[in-house]
């Protein structure tokens, strides 16, 4: 039976929680131990797939096709283990479960009320796969206090009771400001926190402190005692210069050790930190640097792309490289008649996914720009379908090529030929999926992990070193095989394609140094101590491109 740390935030609500519940899981695997993580949302949306990247930052998909919070993002890259749907809830979701019980008569007629029904429902949640693995990491999102998070706060107190003594424990992240002004690190925000999370009955075990300052030992005591942790579980979070030290750094604060101490598990196996002291070194000691531009419309929040620009640091590592990313907001150039000034001196280039139909005329450019001029580019999703039209328009002469989504934005009206439709449908596992334009937007895409035979010989399949590969997808929009004739006699590939031949996965021009453009999302799958094979090439790629420049 699984060990259960439940992670929750004071003042420093969301500035490190998902990092620190990621590393703590890093480290207790280095110990030997198996985990899991789980994120319990208070935000009511059902899922955040229908929430703006500027509202909620990336959303990140598990292989079994669940669109989550991009804290996931953080719990695979660091552990290596695959969320899944059961990984992630929020009050939407479980509000939604409560309603659907009720009005089937689950509840025999009875009031429904947030104590019991909606944190049973919690509770039920934070059961599942108790028993697969050693510690459950479960971080509920938000700050304590927030009338949203209440259920949860909750739950997780009654849960911690149901079970037996010893069998959970409560870690609580705070922030310690410094007043420049006097040259201290005040304590009482934490207190107040504390105070608040007892409150509700939940007394901490351990609390990580964030701080820009080293905290003297009279400050560490004080916290202890009016915070009734013990000292040794009080445990600075510093900031770094990279995410990637944070397992190493949160070992040295002596986080792992405290959580053995508060299960009271000793002796402990001694952590193997061999990989993660290798991931930092190839982070501070490059030997050399490469400019990748991404091309996107949601550049004014790094958030969105999250996932995008770790797998290219990846990427960085496994060539020796520091890889320099610049976000280039796609509507810059949207209408420009030259691109170069906005793209010359980048050793690759990137266009990411995304929805709707503003800024995809830049997007168009850049995948010009970077066939004309022998750019490394790797189009992702949208980016890739944006390649297709770059083609069809201007190496095969389909001078309105589009795609249906942008008529749709426009009430219909026809303005395009569409070489990219809207997905009606698919086969996913042994049963077909079918769609309508006017279904739901939430969770009614491609979604989650499907195969892909890719072609013999083609650049893929020498990257990936194999014919059949596995990858998450989410997207509501494909390219038209209509147009696969056409287009391959003019040059570009259609190197990967669905195991029935009827949705195309990759396409790559044959006659580029290196252009791929995928619809799936790989970055989705890269982890610091194991890059994804594409954008590990793309970097190699990139760093030889910086040679001839």
């Known amino acids: 039976m699984a060990r259960y740390i439940f992670i929750t935030g004071g003042v420093v609500s969301s500035l490190g929680k998902g990092l620190a519940s990621a590393a703590l899981g890093a480290l207790l695997q280095a110990r030997g131990f198996s985990v899991r993580l789980r994120k319990l949302d208070p ?27 991009l804290d996931l993002g953080h719990y695979e890259r660091f552990t290596g283990v695959a969320a899944r749907k059961t990984d992630s809830i929020s009050s939407g979701r479980v509000y939604s479960t409560v309603l659907e019980k009720e009005r089937r008569g689950d509840y ?24 697969e693995v050693d510690f459950m990491l479960c971080e509920i999102g938000g700050t304590v206090g927030d009338i949203e998070g209440l259920p949860f706060f909750e739950a997780i107190r009654q849960f911690s009771h149901d079970k037996p003594r010893g069998q959970c424990i409560f870690m609580h992240l705070t922030l310690l400001p410094y007043l420049a002004a006097s040259g201290e690190l005040k304590t009482k925000p934490t207190q107040h926190s504390v105070k608040e999370l007892q409150s509700i009955g939940i007394a901490p075990d351990i609390l990580v402190c964030r701080s820009e300052h080293p905290i003297p030992e009279k400050e560490r005591e004080k916290i202890a005692l009016f915070c009734n942790v013990r000292k040794e579980a009080v445990v600075a979070a510093y900031d770094l210069k990279t995410i990637y030290d944070a397992p190493l750094a949160y070992h040295a604060q002596g986080l792992d050790q405290a959580v053995l101490d508060a299960f009271q598990i000793s002796p402990a196996p001694k952590p193997d930190l061999a990989v993660w002291r290798d991931v930092s070194d190839r982070v501070h000691n490059p030997e050399g640097e490469v400019r990748v531009a991404i091309v996107g419309k949601y550049t004014q929040l790094e958030d969105a792309y999250k996932s995008i620009a770790e797998a ?23 209408k420009a008649e030259d691109v170069g000034p906005h793209l010359e ?36 999703c949208l980016g890739m379908q944006m390649a297709v039209i770059e083609a069809a328009r201007n190496v095969a002469g389909l001078a309105t090529a589009g795609s249906e989504e942008f008529d749709h934005e426009s009430s219909g009206k026809k303005r395009f030929e569409p070489v990219v439709y809207h997905l009606k449908e698919w086969v996913q596992g042994n049963h077909k999926v079918e769609r309508k334009v006017g279904d739901d ?74 252009f791929i453009g995928v619809q799936f999302h790989p970055e989705l799958k890269s982890k610091p101590f194991d890059p994804h094979p594409l954008f590990k090439d793309f970097i190699r790629a990139a760093k030889e491109m910086s040679r001839l420049v």
């Open 312 to 334: 290219l640091t990846h990427g960085g590592m496994a060539n020796r490289v520091k890889v320099k990313v610049e976000w280039v907001d796609a509507e810059v150039f949207d």
């Open 108 to 131: 025999l007629g009875k009031t429904i009320q947030v104590i019991p029904h909606v944190t049973n429902e919690i509770k039920d949640f934070l059961h599942i796969g108790d028993d």
């Open 441 to 514: 937007k939430g969770g009614t895409m491609r979604l989650g992990a499907y195969n892909a035979t890719l072609k013999e010989g083609s650049h893929v399949a020498q990257i990936y070193g194999k014919t059949s590969i596995d990858e998450r997808h989410r997207h509501r929009y494909e390219v038209d095989t209509a147009y696969r004739e056409k287009l391959e006699k003019v040059g570009m590939t259609f190197s990967g394609m669905s195991p029935d031949g009827k949705l195309p996965e990759i396409v790559e021009w044959a006659d580029h140094p290196w």
């Open 43 to 69: 935000y009511l949306n059902v899922d955040p797939g229908t929430m703006s990247p500027f509202e909620h930052g990336e959303v990140f998909v598990t292989d079994d096709g669940a669109e989550t919070d």
């Open 345 to 380: 001196g980048y050793h690759a280039i990137l266009v990411p996914g995304g929805f709707g139909e503003r800024g995809t005329e830049g997007k168009i450019k850049a995948a010009q720009y970077a066939r004309e001029h022998k750019v490394p580019y790797l189009g992702i």
